[in-house]
């Protein structure tokens, strides 16, 4: 769920279900532990996991809305498919660029990724679309 916020503390939008913006419908897997942050052009990028997000278990999932909580696009994977594996704990961070493309960059664990019981860390660059 998200929900704006004036400075204040007075609601700028009724409480909205982020995982309803993947397909339309709201999703029948479990999704959480997500992270937010807004980039320099007023994009609020949010991450988490989704426990059905891949063929090789949970995925880690970045959606980017504009100012007003609208979404941009539908949801999509940060981590590729060949990553085996259970991806989990995401966490997001606006990065800056001088020529004013927003990106940000994503942190995830992946459980089992070299051996069973074994955890490894992963950062991907992402670009986001412009704002329209």
């Not at 993947?22 to 029948?28: I, K, M, Y």
């Not at 940060?78 to 493309?101: H, K, L, S």
């Amino acid at each position: 769920m998200a929900r704006a916020f004036k400075n204040d503390g007075t609601p700028l939008s009724s409480e909205i279900l982020l995982t309803k913006q993947l397909s339309g419908l709201p999703s029948v897997a479990a999704q959480g532990n997500a992270d937010i942050t807004v980039t320099s052009d007023g994009s609020v990028v949010v991450v988490y996991e989704d426990a059905e997000g891949d063929a090789s278990g949970g995925s880690i999932q970045l959606l980017q809305l504009t100012p007003s909580l609208d979404a941009i696009d539908t949801a999509r994977r940060v981590n590729e498919n060949e990553i085996p594996g259970t991806q989990r704990r995401p966490r997001v961070a606006a990065a800056f660029d001088p020529f004013g493309t927003p990106w940000v960059l994503v942190t995830f664990e992946d459980v089992d990724q070299n051996g069973p019981g074994t955890t490894a860390g992963f950062v991907r660059p992402v670009i986001l679309r412009r704002l329209p």
